[in-house]
């Protein structure tokens, strides 16, 4: 039960005036429902504005409040701006453009041969000052309007800085006194500020050692949260597993064991035999060869007769597990089956009488296959493959499903900095595939730019002749109206053009028997290219494809385009991985696409890419889920992660752990950030 001193927190947001349907819905859209996703709704950055009397003391650029007077309006013809000419007290001349609907706003505020103080960035068009969409207009006479520094939110549609601003301001009023949960030490070292006053200086200014108190407090959290599981599964009974062997010894495998591989079977076999659960997490790079450790786990718990289940958090994923596990268990007589949310009628009923009387051995499927119509007869060992795609909470709900709690092996092909790892797996044992097969040939990585496209399509067409297939991969599915960003379907309808029925398009807004159809048909070789975006990121393996091509390749996090470069090279042909630049290519976007060329270690490409993203880039950290805070930036995990980790650990393990003073404080702060799935872990918790 959450502690009464956190209700005020969990308030609705419509309980704040001047929040009703209209403007619930943006907040709706930033997942700020509550008080107290208001307050920690912390500002991107800060606007600091300088009092001027004349245009001519503004550099171009800077923010000013300048009092200007309003000469006229100027309506453009066709998709121009809306432009209102304004003076200073000195005479000299600002231009104040609008566009859109804005005009509105500007015709309202600005009348003709009125004065007022606007606030906003000043810039140049042609000769003259301009300023675009003001940030505020006053008609005070006396006064300048707004604040000399101002913070700038993350926004939706139907949203203003203004009123969110107002939002937050009333959110904060709302702040309770709560005890601490940092050791005085801790606090007096890195001179925080209290909890309540760390919020507010955060919304207040730049402001370091409160932004870093306020991660502190989600990475100590989330860090005694996973402690908290992973000291309640070790205290949990499971089924001790030992195979003998005899099912893997009929696996007829068409390569040797990788030293990494063997090393990881040893370590998952080891952990299997005890009583405490199994809970360890298989890092593998792209083609490492986790499905073979995964598939030997999974034959130990049949060969100890039980039941594995591997989970997978797509569709198409689950299909591909299955299709390649049963092709491996052929000869063994083990009986798999799959099971999705669009299995209906008999076919499902036959699986779920299959696994309820064992005759079912393994079973792959997604989230379908821990729901609760599901039961097993002897469920011991549970496969989470994609694990960043699934949270702690969905990993103890498959927990409840055997008879005792299950061993767990989680899988990820996003090889993750060992910083994040903790973060996001501390409640974890971890085996790391850190070589790949022999025999495994390296891709030919090359950076294009997107005005040799036709040179590119050239080149796909002799590829495709030769009897070889291809992937292109583009970052959205429809065409956006404000940026030129490749759609997947746009590039389809082109390629269609050139090649016909032999191309094929899957993404993610597709319907699952569309996306199977085009998958089926181009892994049978019927199609010779896939259209897709980033839903073939993991899962895919296609053999004679042997040509990835990355369309705005710049836009794409380096784990991403890790992951879909490994959808290639996957057969005994020379593959190529051609990355289409866009002209405006940033300084990071550069870094990113010349090592992707330099290397093709995903761990380095891990650890490179949290070194170039920093706090301020998560293009492919959210995307790839590979972070599960909101408050702590990358560079604040990295810094304050191991510090949070220990804390968590001592007051666990030396200090009575969520009992006492500070214990109580603890628990507070486990509510706070909704990891109370640890206090409900404890005994009387």
Known sequence: MRPQALNSLFVDSESLDGVGPRIRRPLEKLGLTRIKDLAYHLPDRFVERRMVTRLDEAGIGENVIVRLTVREHRASSGRGPYRIIAEDDAGDICTIA??????????KQLPVGETRWVAG??????????????????????????????AVYGLSE?????????????????????????????????????????????????????RDRLAYDELFANALALMLVRASNRSQRGTPLQGDGRLRAKLSLPFALTGAQARSIREIEGDLAQ????????????????????????????????????????????????????????????????????????????????????????????????????????????????????????????????????HTLAMTATPIPRTLTLAQYGEMEVSRLDELPPGRQAIDTRVVSTDRIDDVVGALSRHIQSGQQAYWVCPMVT????????????????????????????????????????????????????????????????????????????????????????????????????????????????????LMRETQDGFRLAE?????????????????????????????ITKLLPLAHDDARL??????????????AARILLYLFERDYGVQLLRGG
């Not at 569709?315 to 596990?325: F, G, P, S, V």
């Not at 890419?609 to 889920?625: A, I, N």
């Open 608 to 636: 490179e890419d949290l070194q170039l993203r920093g706090g301020g880039e998560l293009l492919g950290t959210r995307q790839s889920g590979d972070t599960p805070f909101r408050i702590a930036s990358l560079e604040q």
């Open 158 to 210: 139907g949203m203003t800085q203004g009123r969110m601003g107002s939002l937050v301001k009333q959110a904060l009023e709302h702040l309770p006194e709560l005890p601490e949960w940092i050791e005085s030490s801790q606090m007096a070292k890195s001179d925080w500020p209290a909890w309540h006053e760390a919020l507010r200086d955060a919304h207040r200014g730049p402001n370091e050692p409160a």
């Open 275 to 406: 009583t405490a659960p199994m809970l360890r997490l298989l890092q593998g790079d792209v083609g490492a060869g986790k499905t073979v450790v995964a598939l030997s786990a999974l034959l130990i718990a049949v060969e100890a007769g039980a039941q594995g289940a591997m989970l997978a958090p797509t569709e198409i994923l689950a299909r591909q597990h299955y299709t390649t596990l049963r092709k491996m268990l052929e000869g063994t007589g083990v009986e798999i089956a799959l099971l999705t949310g669009r299995d209906k009628g008999k076919a499902r009923e036959a699986i779920l009488m299959g696994l309820l009387d064992g005759s079912i051995q393994i079973v792959v499927g997604t989230h379908a296959i821990f729901q609760d119509a599901v039961a097993y007869h002897n469920l011991a060992l549970v496969v989470i493959d994609e694990q960043h795609r699934f949270g702690v909470g969905q990993r103890l709900m498959l927990a409840r499903k055997g008879r005792r709690t299950p």
């Open 98 to 107: 609008y566009f859109g609907r804005a005009s509105y706003t500007g015709k």
């Open 651 to 664: 007051l666990m393990e030396r200090d009575g752990g969520l009992e006492g003073a500070r214990g109580e």
């Open 479 to 594: 065409e956006s109206e404000t940026d030129d960003i490749a759609a997947a379907e746009a590039r389809y309808e082109a390629l269609k053009e050139r090649f016909g029925n032999r191309v094929v398009m899957v993404h993610g807004q597709l319907k699952g028997e569309e996306k199977d159809a085009g998958m089926n048909r181009f892994a049978s070789g019927e199609a010779s290219l896939l259209v897709a975006t980033t839903v073939i990121e993991v899962g895919v393996d296609v053999p004679n494809a042997t040509l990835m091509v990355i369309e705005q390749a710049e836009r794409f996090g380096l784990a991403q385009l890790h992951q879909l470069r490994g959808r290639v090279g996957r057969g005994s042909e020379k593959s190529t991985c051609l990355l289409l630049r866009g002209k405006a290519l940033s300084q990071t976007g550069r870094q990113r696409l010349a």
């Open 121 to 150: 960035r000043i810039d140049e068009y042609g000769q003259t000052r301009q300023m675009v969409h003001p940030e505020h207009v006053s008609e005070s006479d006396t006064a300048p309007i707004g604040q000399q520094r101002e």
